[in-house]
Structure formats: C-alpha cells, structure tokens
C-alpha cells in the first residue's frame, strides 16, 4: 500500500501576529522613508550650495556618484548695489588710502562673498568662493580681499580656451605629496562698467589622479569654469565667457628656467643684465590671466626678480595689502600710479579699458623682504619693470603705463 504524505496545514493568524506584522510593516515603511529623507537632503544641500550656482552634476563627476558627500556652505553680501554706509564711512580711515586707481571704485562695492566646500571622505574635496569686485573700502589693508592662487614655488597658467582665468598649484612634480591638488580662478568682466565676479576653486583628488596626466587635468578646471557660467547668469553679470577647456597646462616649477634672450611669453622683451647677471627666465604664455609672472635668474636659474602683472580684483588686492604691510612706508602702490618702495621693489601702473581697476607692475628682488639690498642696480630694474609693463598692458588692452622716475 502507497504511503501518502499527510497535508500541510497553515496556522491561521491570530490578531496577536497581525498585529505584530503590521507594527514590522510600519517599521519598515519608516526606515525606507528616512533613508530617501536623508539622501534628498544631501541632494537639496549640494543643489543649494555656493547659492544654487554649484554644478551637481559636474561635482559629483569629479568627487564620484556613488560617493557621500558633506556640504558646508555661506553666502554673505551683494552684488551690484552702491557702496553702503559701512564701506564710505571707511574712506575716511587709514585702511582707506585712496591713489587714481580707486576713484572709479569709490561710489560702488560689491560685498558679495560665497563659500562651500563639497567633501568625499575617500576621494577628495572641492571648495569653492565667489566674490563680487571692487570690494567696499572698509575691507582694505585688514584681511585678503580675494582668496588667493598658489604661486610661491610655480608660476599659474593661463586657463586660455577664451576665460580670462588661471591655474595654480603648490608643485606641479610628479608624486610629490599635494600632486593632486590645484586651483582654479575664472574672473568674470561684467557688463556693468567696473563690476566683476572672481570664481575660485580648489580641486583635491586622492588616489590615482594626478596632474601630470593631461587627460586628468581638465577635472580639476570644470567646476570652476562650470560654477562661473552660473553665477554669470544667477547674479546677472553679462560677462562674456569662454569655451569648455578640454586642455591645460602644467603650472611652471622652479628648474624650468630658459634663456631669456629667447623668452616668447610673459618675459618676452624684458632685457638681460650684465651687471647683475641675468641671463634666464621662468615664464608662462600669456593670455587673458588677470595675473602674469616673470622670474629672472642668474646662468644656472637661480631667481634674482620677480616681476608680477595683476588685473582687476588681483590689482585691487594688491594696494589693499601693501597698505596693511607697508603703512611706514610714505608712498605705497595704493596711493600713486607709480613709485619705488623702500629699497626692495618698484612699481608701474596703467589705466585699463572700462571702469576696471587700473592695473599693477611690480618688480622685487628676490627674497629682499624689504631690506636693504648690496649694490642693487637700479637703472636695470627700472628698466625691466618698463619693458615688462609695456608689453603686458598692450596685450591686455590697457593704456600706457605710468613708470617709475628713479
């Protein structure tokens, strides 16, 4: 006789166990719904960050799409507004010395400040700021005006690709420690006469990203060039921007030095010097950057000057801070289109086109620091800050420059 298997019977529910499903069911739905709740939020503050102009998707390229991300963020200010009463009541103070630079920029300021950082614990960092220029006078000679590009071991490149930008590290060698880390600056010339937008943006990546890689380089551009067409439109500037940068360069390291009788760039017509030595130069090309270098040296590269070019809102930092740090001084590039200051520098400057800052040349010696230097020859460095000046205002459209007398 075949065995047959007894049937399986289901022990009906109790109203104990529906409930207890329904308290699990309820759970679940909750634990669901936080999780969606807490990834929204982190993408409402990423679309939120740096005022709304931050490029999602453009960030979450760069630092990784799967990747969590922290967002910090503030938003100070405004753009295009007159001068408030702060800032005229500051004209009047020491940190207010005024040369023919700042009348133009004496009835208007921009106290626009942005700032967020996106960070990904396992991938790196992007930190953003944006600044309305000129800056109200009550700013001057107190702090930086505009967060500042690294250019103390390398020399910026221009950004090129039509942006009047830069692009900037500490050390552009290969496995050095802060290989993958750069800065990008976007100055944005706006329609309103003397107006403009500084986009500045640091781009840490760790692991297998590194610049000297020129596929990889990009990455660490097109937030900056990204965040710039946003504010452009966000805060109505009207600037005229530039094109996608599929290529840049490598900032100039220390040992990248050239003859200068052969020098094409930003030491292009800047003569040799038998006196002091100068024979080579460290240069970059030069383009639409608001800030240009020349660096002078001796037959084997070591640096004696260091001639600087700066535009716009660089222009404008710069007299800020010589007021703060050379206040002893009875002259300083803040109150006079051109002069010598102490014994360590000269300085030249030009009238550019459309209500902006009216721009600065410098030549210092190398390391001088404000001292006396031995036996500097003077005739030459007039010399070299004249040439340098000349060639750069022509290129940037500006009017001849004011030079220093002796």
């Given at each position: 006789m075949a065995l047959t298997r007894p049937a399986l019977t289901r022990p009906a529910l109790t109203r104990r166990r529906i409930r207890a499903l329904v308290a699990v069911a309820v759970a679940l739905a909750a634990l669901t719904g936080a999780f969606v709740w807490f990834a929204g939020s982190?993408?409402?503050?990423?679309?939120?960050?740096?005022?709304?102009?931050?490029p999602v998707g453009e960030v979450r390229s760069v630092l990784g799409d799967d990747t969590e991300l922290d967002v910090t963020n503030r938003t100070e200010g405004s753009f295009g507004k007159k001068a408030d009463s702060a800032a005229k009541s500051g004209e009047s103070g020491e940190s207010a010395k005024s040369g023919e630079s700042d009348k133009s920029s004496a009835k208007r300021a921009n106290s626009l400040s942005v700032h967020c950082r996106i960070t990904a614990e396992d991938t790196g960092h992007i930190a953003v700021s944006i600044a309305g220029s000129p800056r109200?006078?009550?700013?001057?000679?107190?702090?930086?005006?505009?967060?500042?590009?690294?250019?103390?071991?390398?020399?910026?490149?221009?950004?090129?690709?039509?942006w009047s930008g830069l692009f900037a590290t500490d050390t552009a060698r290969l496995d050095d420690a802060e290989d993958g880390t750069a800065t990008t600056a976007v100055l944005l010339d706006c329609a309103r006469r003397g107006d403009s937008l500084l986009i500045t943006v640091e781009t840490a990546l760790r692991g297998a990203a590194t610049l000297d890689d020129p596929a990889v380089r990009p990455d660490f551009v097109r937030t900056a060039t990204a965040?710039?067409?946003?504010?452009n439109d966000h805060w109505g500037c009207g600037a005229r921007l530039g094109k996608p940068v599929r290529s840049v360069g490598l900032p100039v390291n220390e040992d990248e030095y050239e003859p200068l009788l052969g020098a094409k760039g930003t030491c292009a017509a800047v003569p040799t010097a038998s006196r002091s030595a100068v024979s080579t130069a460290r240069e970059t090309a030069r383009d639409r950057a608001p800030r240009e270098s020349c660096v002078l040296g001796t037959r084997d590269g070591s640096p004696l000057y260091r001639l600087e070019a700066y535009y716009g809102p660089y222009a404008e930092d710069a007299r800020s801070q010589y007021t703060r740090d050379y206040d002893y001084e009875n002259v300083t590039p803040a109150e006079k289109p051109a002069g010598r200051l102490g014994r360590s520098a000269y300085w030249a400057g030009a009238t550019c086109p459309r209500g902006a800052e009216s721009a600065l040349y410098l030549i210092r010696a190398d390391a001088a620091d404000g001292e006396t230097r031995r036996r500097p020859d003077l005739a030459y460095e007039r010399a070299a800050l004249a040439a340098f000046a000349t060639a750069s205002a022509t290129h940037h459209g500006c009017a001849a420059p004011s030079l220093p007398k002796g």
């Open positions: 982190e993408d409402r503050a990423l679309e939120g960050a740096c005022d709304g102009v931050l109200p006078r009550a700013e001057y000679g107190y702090d930086d005006l505009y967060t500042a590009v690294p250019a103390r071991r390398t020399l910026p490149v221009p950004l090129g690709h039509g965040t710039a067409e946003a504010a």
